[in-house]
């Protein structure tokens, strides 16, 4: 005898408000056209993907969330990579991506 599938509930507003708390922690202010630097070099976003399917996909991990796009401005010849580091406070911000200086020219703009 066959069993009918149930059917899944709703997903819970508040575990998805905390997942995307968590996500956003963990990117940081590494949107695109933000460059940052760490141990491992200097490195410039060209793309943020927050679908989680293409995530894991690019990082070939199963549990992916989100994965950054990036280029090491250090190095001329290099390739755009892609990873999934969590932001840390050994991170540090050289330029704020784009969204945050359009939205601070426009401030000033305004003013």
């Known amino acids: 005898m066959a069993h009918p599938i149930p059917t899944p509930a709703p ?33 410039e976003v060209l793309a943020l993907v927050r ?9 070939r991990r199963r549990c992916a969330q989100w994965a950054l796009v990036v280029r090491d401005v250090l ?22 991506a784009d969204t945050v200086r359009a939205q601070a020219a426009g401030s000033k703009a305004v003013r």
Do not use: C, H, K, M
Not at 51 to 59: K, V
């Open 11 to 43: 997903p819970d507003p508040q575990i998805l408000e905390g997942l995307r708390r968590v996500i956003e922690s963990q990117i940081g202010p590494r949107g695109r056209g933000a460059i940052y630097q760490n141990v491992n070099g200097a490195f």
């Open 51 to 59: 679908d989680p399917e293409l995530a894991r996909e690019l990082l």
């Open 75 to 96: 190095r001329p010849d290099g390739d755009p990579f892609v990873v999934g580091s969590v932001w840390t406070t050994s991170d540090r911000l050289v330029r704020e």
